[in-house]
């Protein structure tokens, strides 16, 4: 059979620190899959030669055949992909670090993707992205739009409402996870199958099949033992035994959030502001010509295993492999106590048709009213990007799980569009 071959994929906001973790996704992957070109475009010129040429070294040290091409006119780089990647941040790191600053004052989390900030990174993202979904239905209305962008089903639902793409949202958390199930029984992770249920980021493992037994009660039952792996998520494993299914990482902050909100503080800094460190470090190897490969700081950007996740997809949607993974899609019916035109996070056939949700049915009941919530607010979240209302700001803001009252949501709206006033046109252009 032949090796298939992928003209071009397009990587927007390819000045990220993550970016050679993708291409040496493709180097892994060099057996399974061509690729002739990836289009690296950034906004950020300085970045994008530094990350651009650390990507063209890994190459050739790799000696593969793809060319990188770097890219400041967005409709150039994506003309003609067949694949066009989203991991961007539109404010850089300053505005994560805001959004996780200013609702510390009101004693709130900022979590740049189930809290405030997520609210925030959305606002900022969403009009940016609907911009190159508009450049894709012109120069690649075949490609696939795959969004790594955070919040991921935020992005996602976005993209789903609001243009005609075809559109996949793309996370690392439940592949980490399945490591860390495999790792926990002894396994292949290609032996795991999870039965994970809810939004990007609020999700929960409902239950855990080993080579196609249900051993769901033994993780349950010996749950101290399984969290000494270090991809198992972390929680008292009363709440576990409790809520009858396993919350994953994400899902500290709403559980404990008085908790999450003294530990930062108590931290004196910000996991922005920790990233923004690691990032200077890489970026600094990235810089050095004698640096080939990707560099084992990058494990501590939290990227871990994301271009797996990635390449798996691709070559899933280019081979028609129609196999099982977990990623973002439309929910159709697949959760039926969700909106069926909202976005969800369950496992999907992926193929050439596209991406089919399994049916998953209903959620638990212990974790029904929380994740409700929590698409309520993703979908007010979407609204309110694209309206640029105040009102429907303050609406989103209030049905955050992480807000406790109406004041509190009203101060955090007020300040946080004054501080990203840069980054908001739609909220100051009417």
Same mark, same amino acid.
């Given at each position: 059979?032949?090796?298939?071959?992928?003209?071009?994929?397009?990587?927007?906001?390819?000045?990220?620190?993550?970016?050679?973790?993708?291409?040496d996704?493709?180097?892994?992957?060099?057996?399974?899959?061509?690729?002739?070109?990836?289009?690296? /475009?950034?906004?950020?010129?300085?970045?994008?030669?530094?990350?651009?040429?650390?990507?063209q070294?890994?190459?050739? /040290?790799?000696?593969?055949?793809?060319?990188?091409?770097?890219?400041?006119?967005r409709?150039?780089?994506?003309?003609g992909?067949?694949?066009?990647?989203?991991?961007?941040?539109?404010?850089?790191?300053?505005?994560?670090?805001?959004?996780?600053?200013?609702?510390?004052?009101?004693?709130?989390?900022?979590?740049?993707?189930t809290?405030?900030?997520?609210?925030?990174?959305?606002?900022?993202?969403?009009?940016?992205?609907?911009?190159?979904?508009?450049?894709?239905?012109?120069?690649?209305p075949?490609?696939? /739009?795959?969004?790594?962008?955070?919040?991921?089903?935020i992005?996602?639902?976005?993209?789903?409402?609001?243009?005609?793409?075809? !559109?996949?949202?793309?996370?690392?958390?439940?592949?980490?996870?399945?490591?860390?199930?495999?790792?926990?029984?002894?396994?292949e992770?290609?032996?795991?199958?999870?039965?994970?249920?809810?939004?990007?980021?609020?999700?929960?493992?409902?239950?855990?099949? #080993?080579?196609?037994k249900?051993?769901?009660?033994?993780? #349950?039952?010996n749950?101290?033992?399984?969290?000494? #792996?270090?991809?198992?998520?972390?929680?008292?494993?009363?709440?576990?035994?409790?809520?009858g299914?396993?919350?994953?990482?994400?899902?500290?902050?709403?559980? /404990?959030?008085?908790?999450?909100?003294?530990?930062?503080?108590?931290?004196?800094?910000?996991?922005?502001?920790?990233?923004?460190?690691?990032?200077?470090?890489?970026?600094?190897?990235?810089?050095?010509?004698?640096?080939?490969?990707?560099?084992?700081?990058?494990?501590?950007?939290g990227?871990?295993?994301?271009?797996?996740?990635?390449?798996?997809?691709?070559?899933?949607?280019?081979?028609?492999r129609?196999?099982?993974?977990?990623?973002?899609?439309?929910n159709?019916?697949?959760?039926v106590?969700?909106?069926?035109?909202?976005?969800?996070?369950?496992?999907?056939?992926?193929?050439?048709?596209?991406?089919?949700?399994?049916?998953?049915?209903?959620?638990?009941?212990?974790?029904?009213?929380?994740?409700?919530?929590?698409?309520?607010?993703?979908?007010?979240?979407v609204?309110?990007?694209?309206?640029?209302?105040?009102?429907?700001?303050?609406?989103?803001?209030l049905?955050?799980?992480? !807000?406790?009252?109406?004041?509190?949501?009203?101060?955090?709206?007020?300040?946080?569009?004054?501080?990203?006033?840069?980054?908001?046109?739609?909220?100051?252009?009417?």
């Amino acid at each position: 059979m032949a090796q298939p071959k992928i003209e071009k994929i397009t990587v927007i906001g390819g000045g990220s620190t993550y970016t050679p973790e993708l291409i040496d996704g493709f180097i892994q992957h060099e057996n399974d899959l061509q690729v002739e070109e990836i289009a690296l /475009y950034d906004i950020d010129e300085e970045r994008l030669k530094i990350v651009g040429g650390m990507a063209q070294r890994m190459i050739r /040290y790799a000696e593969l055949d793809t060319k990188i091409t770097l890219n400041q006119n967005r409709p150039k780089a994506v003309d003609g992909a067949k694949f066009v990647l989203s991991s961007m941040r539109i404010g850089h790191m300053a505005a994560r670090i805001l959004d996780e600053k200013i609702p510390l004052k009101y004693n709130v989390i900022g979590q740049e993707t189930t809290g405030p900030g997520g609210t925030f990174k959305a606002f900022r993202t969403i009009p940016v992205t609907l911009d190159i979904a508009k450049d894709m239905e012109k120069y690649a209305p075949e490609a696939w /739009y795959i969004n790594f962008t955070n919040p991921s089903g935020i992005m996602t639902e976005a993209i789903l409402k609001h243009t005609n793409l075809n !559109v996949v949202g793309l996370c690392n958390n439940p592949i980490n996870t399945i490591a860390g199930m495999a790792e926990a029984f002894h396994v292949e992770p290609k032996d795991v199958f999870l039965e994970w249920v809810g939004l990007n980021h609020v999700n929960w493992v409902r239950k855990v099949f #080993i080579k196609g037994k249900d051993l769901t009660q033994q993780l #349950i039952d010996n749950i101290e033992e399984m969290m000494k #792996i270090e991809e198992m998520p972390k929680y008292d494993p009363e709440l576990i035994r409790t809520l009858g299914v396993l919350p994953t990482y994400y899902l500290q902050y709403y559980y /404990y959030h008085p908790q999450r909100v003294a530990e930062t503080k108590a931290a004196g800094k910000t996991r922005g502001e920790s990233v923004l460190e690691v990032e200077s470090q890489l970026l600094k190897k990235y810089a050095d010509p004698e640096v080939m490969v990707k560099p084992p700081e990058l494990s501590q950007r939290g990227g871990a295993r994301y271009s797996e996740a990635a390449v798996n997809l691709i070559l899933s949607l280019m081979l028609d492999r129609r196999d099982v993974q977990i990623v973002v899609a439309r929910n159709g019916n697949s959760i039926v106590d969700l909106p069926p035109d909202a976005s969800v996070e369950v496992p999907c056939v992926v193929g050439a048709h596209g991406v089919t949700p399994l049916c998953m049915g209903h959620l638990p009941e212990s974790i029904r009213a929380v994740c409700q919530q929590a698409k309520a607010w993703e979908s007010a979240v979407v609204k309110a990007a694209v309206s640029g209302s105040r009102q429907d700001a303050i609406l989103a803001m209030l049905q955050n799980p992480l !807000v406790p009252d109406f004041p509190t949501a009203v101060k955090l709206v007020d300040e946080m569009l004054e501080a990203h006033k840069e980054y908001l046109p739609q909220f100051f252009s009417h």
